[in-house]
Protein backbone atom coordinates (compact mmCIF):
# COMPACT_ATOMS: atom_id res chain seq x y z
CA UNK A 1 0.00 0.00 0.00
CA UNK A 2 1.31 3.03 -1.33
CA UNK A 3 0.13 5.62 0.99
CA UNK A 4 1.25 3.60 3.92
CA UNK A 5 4.97 3.80 2.51
CA UNK A 6 4.51 7.35 2.13
CA UNK A 7 3.17 8.77 5.51
CA UNK A 8 3.75 5.25 7.72
CA UNK A 9 6.89 7.11 9.32
CA UNK A 10 5.05 10.04 10.85
CA UNK A 11 2.18 7.97 11.92
CA UNK A 12 4.71 6.15 14.01
CA UNK A 13 4.58 9.10 16.37
CA UNK A 14 0.71 8.55 17.22
CA UNK A 15 1.04 5.46 18.42
CA UNK A 16 0.48 5.36 22.44
CA UNK A 17 -0.11 9.10 21.68
CA UNK A 18 -3.15 10.49 24.41
CA UNK A 19 -5.11 12.93 23.21
CA UNK A 20 -3.65 15.65 25.47
CA UNK A 21 0.04 15.07 24.10
CA UNK A 22 -0.89 16.22 20.51
CA UNK A 23 2.41 17.29 18.59
CA UNK A 24 2.43 20.70 17.38
CA UNK A 25 2.34 18.86 13.97
CA UNK A 26 -1.37 17.56 14.24
CA UNK A 27 -2.48 20.10 11.77
CA UNK A 28 -0.01 19.08 9.17
CA UNK A 29 0.18 15.68 9.93
CA UNK A 30 -3.58 15.24 9.53
CA UNK A 31 -3.41 17.29 5.68
CA UNK A 32 -0.36 15.09 4.93
CA UNK A 33 -3.08 11.74 5.66
CA UNK A 34 -6.01 13.29 4.41
CA UNK A 35 -4.04 13.57 1.45
CA UNK A 36 -2.41 9.77 1.21
CA UNK A 37 -4.52 8.15 3.07
CA UNK A 38 -8.20 5.95 2.07
CA UNK A 39 -11.11 7.68 2.87
CA UNK A 40 -11.86 4.36 4.88
CA UNK A 41 -9.03 4.86 6.62
CA UNK A 42 -9.52 8.49 7.54
CA UNK A 43 -13.28 7.44 8.24
CA UNK A 44 -11.95 5.08 11.12
CA UNK A 45 -9.82 7.47 12.55
CA UNK A 46 -12.68 10.31 12.90
CA UNK A 47 -14.98 7.21 14.29
CA UNK A 48 -12.92 7.05 16.93
CA UNK A 49 -12.95 10.50 17.70
CA UNK A 50 -16.17 10.50 18.00
CA UNK A 51 -16.21 8.02 20.27
CA UNK A 52 -13.19 8.63 22.52
CA UNK A 53 -13.77 9.67 26.17
CA UNK A 54 -11.02 12.13 25.71
CA UNK A 55 -13.19 14.26 23.21
CA UNK A 56 -15.98 16.06 23.86
CA UNK A 57 -19.38 14.02 23.25
CA UNK A 58 -20.55 12.97 19.88
CA UNK A 59 -23.58 15.57 19.80
CA UNK A 60 -21.30 18.65 20.73
CA UNK A 61 -18.99 17.53 18.27
CA UNK A 62 -21.32 17.05 15.26
CA UNK A 63 -22.40 20.21 16.09
CA UNK A 64 -19.59 22.12 16.18
CA UNK A 65 -18.98 20.30 12.41
CA UNK A 66 -22.71 21.54 11.67
CA UNK A 67 -22.26 25.04 12.71
CA UNK A 68 -19.10 25.37 10.45
CA UNK A 69 -20.36 23.18 7.55
CA UNK A 70 -21.94 25.24 4.28
CA UNK A 71 -25.62 24.68 3.41
CA UNK A 72 -25.59 21.50 1.60
CA UNK A 73 -23.12 20.30 3.90
CA UNK A 74 -25.98 21.16 6.72
CA UNK A 75 -28.56 19.59 4.58
CA UNK A 76 -26.66 15.92 4.32
CA UNK A 77 -25.83 15.69 7.81
CA UNK A 78 -29.78 16.57 8.81
CA UNK A 79 -30.92 14.20 6.54
CA UNK A 80 -28.17 11.51 7.76
CA UNK A 81 -29.73 12.16 11.39
CA UNK A 82 -33.37 12.35 10.09
CA UNK A 83 -32.74 8.58 8.30
CA UNK A 84 -30.90 7.55 11.36
CA UNK A 85 -33.51 8.90 14.02
CA UNK A 86 -36.49 9.54 12.39
CA UNK A 87 -38.50 11.96 11.10
CA UNK A 88 -40.82 12.15 14.08
CA UNK A 89 -38.55 12.10 17.01
CA UNK A 90 -36.05 14.61 14.60
CA UNK A 91 -39.24 17.00 14.30
CA UNK A 92 -40.57 17.01 18.27
CA UNK A 93 -36.62 18.21 18.59
CA UNK A 94 -36.76 20.70 15.96
CA UNK A 95 -40.11 22.23 17.40
CA UNK A 96 -38.46 22.58 21.23
CA UNK A 97 -35.29 23.94 19.39
CA UNK A 98 -37.32 27.05 17.80
CA UNK A 99 -37.36 25.56 14.59
CA UNK A 100 -41.19 24.74 14.36
CA UNK A 101 -41.51 25.29 10.57
CA UNK A 102 -39.35 23.00 9.38
CA UNK A 103 -40.39 20.49 12.46
CA UNK A 104 -44.28 20.82 10.73
CA UNK A 105 -42.61 19.71 7.82
CA UNK A 106 -40.68 17.03 8.63
CA UNK A 107 -43.63 16.12 10.55
CA UNK A 108 -45.94 15.53 7.95
CA UNK A 109 -43.70 12.56 6.89
CA UNK A 110 -40.60 12.21 5.69
CA UNK A 111 -38.85 14.17 2.95
CA UNK A 112 -34.86 15.61 2.39
CA UNK A 113 -33.92 18.64 4.21
CA UNK A 114 -32.67 21.67 1.18
CA UNK A 115 -29.67 23.43 1.92
CA UNK A 116 -31.56 26.65 2.43
CA UNK A 117 -33.81 24.82 5.37
CA UNK A 118 -30.65 23.62 6.94
CA UNK A 119 -29.36 26.95 7.55
CA UNK A 120 -32.36 27.33 9.58
CA UNK A 121 -31.26 24.73 12.10
CA UNK A 122 -29.48 25.77 15.23
CA UNK A 123 -25.90 23.52 15.75
CA UNK A 124 -27.70 23.35 19.38
CA UNK A 125 -30.25 21.72 18.09
CA UNK A 126 -28.10 19.37 15.95
CA UNK A 127 -26.74 18.29 18.98
CA UNK A 128 -29.98 16.80 20.57
CA UNK A 129 -30.90 15.35 17.23
CA UNK A 130 -27.15 13.80 16.77
CA UNK A 131 -27.16 12.94 20.71
CA UNK A 132 -30.91 10.86 20.15
CA UNK A 133 -29.43 9.32 16.91
CA UNK A 134 -26.71 8.00 18.78
CA UNK A 135 -28.47 6.80 21.29
CA UNK A 136 -31.01 4.84 19.32
CA UNK A 137 -28.57 3.45 16.26
CA UNK A 138 -24.35 4.14 17.76
CA UNK A 139 -23.75 3.71 14.08
CA UNK A 140 -24.64 6.78 12.98
CA UNK A 141 -21.14 8.15 14.61
CA UNK A 142 -19.86 6.05 11.22
CA UNK A 143 -22.24 7.46 8.86
CA UNK A 144 -20.85 11.06 9.65
CA UNK A 145 -17.40 9.87 9.69
CA UNK A 146 -17.80 8.53 6.32
CA UNK A 147 -19.35 12.10 5.50
CA UNK A 148 -16.66 14.14 7.26
CA UNK A 149 -13.51 11.82 5.60
CA UNK A 150 -14.98 13.87 2.43
CA UNK A 151 -14.66 17.31 4.42
CA UNK A 152 -11.16 17.32 6.46
CA UNK A 153 -10.56 21.18 6.42
CA UNK A 154 -14.10 20.78 8.89
CA UNK A 155 -12.52 18.05 10.79
CA UNK A 156 -9.47 20.09 11.78
CA UNK A 157 -12.17 23.03 13.60
CA UNK A 158 -12.46 19.69 16.02
CA UNK A 159 -8.76 20.60 18.04
CA UNK A 160 -5.69 18.47 18.18
CA UNK A 161 -7.03 16.41 20.28
CA UNK A 162 -9.76 14.51 18.17
CA UNK A 163 -7.21 14.91 15.21
CA UNK A 164 -4.42 12.82 17.53
CA UNK A 165 -7.24 10.18 17.89
CA UNK A 166 -7.89 9.87 14.60
CA UNK A 167 -4.55 10.40 13.76
CA UNK A 168 -3.67 7.54 16.76
CA UNK A 169 -6.39 5.22 15.18
CA UNK A 170 -4.60 5.48 11.12
CA UNK A 171 -1.45 4.41 12.49
CA UNK A 172 -2.87 1.49 14.36
CA UNK A 173 -4.89 0.05 11.53
CA UNK A 174 -1.72 0.76 9.08
CA UNK A 175 0.02 -1.59 12.13
CA UNK A 176 -2.98 -4.08 11.38
CA UNK A 177 -4.27 -3.02 15.08
Do not use: C
Amino acid sequence: MDWMNQIGGMLQKYLGTEADQAPHSVDDDFDQVTQAAPKSALSDGLAAAFRSDQTPPFGQMAAQLFGRSNGQQKANILNTLISMAGPALVSQLLSRGGSSGLAGLLGGGARQITPQEAEQVSPQAVEEIASHAEKKDPSVIDRLSDFYAEHPSLVKTLGGAALTIALAKIAQRQQGG
